[in-house]
């Protein structure tokens, strides 16, 4: 998400505060917030997948997804 978006973004959320939105800025708040998180995981997951673990004995280890029965991916 480009930082035009990210302002546009927080100038909604702060006219939202301020004034109140109309329906349609509420439903472009949503989905640019929505836009954010997406690209924020993204970005998250791929520094996790960049990230090792030493071991006891010297060696490196890739850091692996914990499984849990929400997550079976």
Known sequence: MDKERVAYMLSLSRK?????????????????????????????????????LQQEDGSYKKLEKKQTPDNKE
Do not use: T
């Not at 109140?20 to 993204?42: H, K, N, P, T, V």
């Open 16 to 52: 939202k505060r301020e004034q109140g939105l109309s329906s349609a800025e509420l439903i472009e708040l949503e989905d640019l917030r929505r836009e954010y998180l997406a690209d924020f995981r993204d970005g998250f997951r791929q520094q996790l997948d960049n990230v090792y």
